[in-house]
C-alpha cells in the first residue's frame, strides 16, 4: 500500500490520498474543501384545492351575501346547509360559514362581501310549466249562476285557458253570439242553451 500526504497551508485543507488498487479516493477536512454537491431534486408546485360543489348551486368562495337572512342554522355542512335552502321555497341563496359552521338561508343574494371563511351559493331552481287542467266541453249546456268574473270579447279557446289556468275556476260558459266568458267558482245544475258552450274542470 503506498500512502502519500499532501498538505494546503494557503487554503487550509488536508487531503489524504490513498492508493489502492480501486481508484484513488480523496478525504476532506475542515469547511474550504467542499464534497461534490449532490442535485438538489425541483419541488413539484403546490396544488390547488378543487373547488367545492354542490349540485343545483353556482358556489363562490371567500364570498359572503350580506343581509337578506331568512334563518341562521348552527352545526350544519355546505351540504347540508344547501338541502336547507333547497327545502325553504322562500330560499334563493345561502353563507355558510366554513370555520363556526353555521348555515345562513337567505331570500335574496344581499351584498356581495369579502369574508375568507365564507361558502356562499345561489341556488338554481328548475322552472317547471304548470299542469293544464282537463276540462269536459259540452255544447248547448249553460251552468247557470256561480259566476265570479265575466270577460268580453275573447275567443272560446282564450275562455277555456283562462279557467284552466285559474285554480278558482270549477268551470264557465260561454255565449257564442256576444263572445263572452263567464268563468265560474261552482259549476251549477246544466241547462239546455243552443247559443252556449260549457267546461267543467273533472
Not at 331552481?125 to 251552468?143: F, H, M, N, W
Request: charge should be neutral; hydrophobic fraction near 35%.
Amino acid at each position: 500500500m503506498l500512502g502519500v500526504w499532501a498538505s494546503s497551508i494557503g487554503a487550509f485543507a488536508i487531503a489524504v490520498v490513498v492508493g489502492t488498487n480501486a481508484a484513488a479516493q480523496e478525504k476532506c477536512y475542515f469547511l474550504e474543501c467542499t464534497p461534490p454537491q449532490q442535485p438538489i431534486p425541483t419541488p413539484s408546485p403546490p396544488t390547488s384545492p378543487s373547488p367545492p360543489v354542490l349540485q343545483g348551486f353556482v358556489i363562490s368562495e371567500g364570498i359572503d351575501f350580506w343581509g337578506d337572512d331568512i334563518v341562521w342554522l348552527t352545526e350544519y355542512s355546505l351540504a347540508t346547509c344547501g338541502e336547507a335552502c333547497r327545502a325553504n321555497s322562500a330560499c334563493k341563496a345561502f353563507t355558510f360559514n366554513t370555520e363556526t359552521r353555521v348555515c345562513i338561508v337567505k331570500h335574496g343574494l344581499g351584498q356581495r362581501v369579502s369574508f375568507p371563511v365564507a361558502i356562499s351559493g345561489v341556488l338554481q331552481r328548475v322552472a317547471t310549466s304548470p299542469v293544464q287542467a282537463r276540462i269536459e266541453v259540452k255544447e248547448g249546456i249553460d251552468y247557470e249562476g256561480g259566476d265570479y268574473i265575466d270577460v268580453r270579447y275573447v275567443s272560446f279557446d282564450e275562455c277555456k285557458t283562462k279557467c284552466s289556468n285559474d285554480q278558482k275556476c270549477a268551470g264557465f260558459s260561454y255565449v257564442l253570439s256576444k263572445n263572452w266568458c263567464w268563468l265560474k267558482h261552482t259549476v251549477t245544475k246544466p241547462h239546455r242553451n243552443r247559443g252556449v258552450i260549457s267546461g267543467a274542470k273533472y
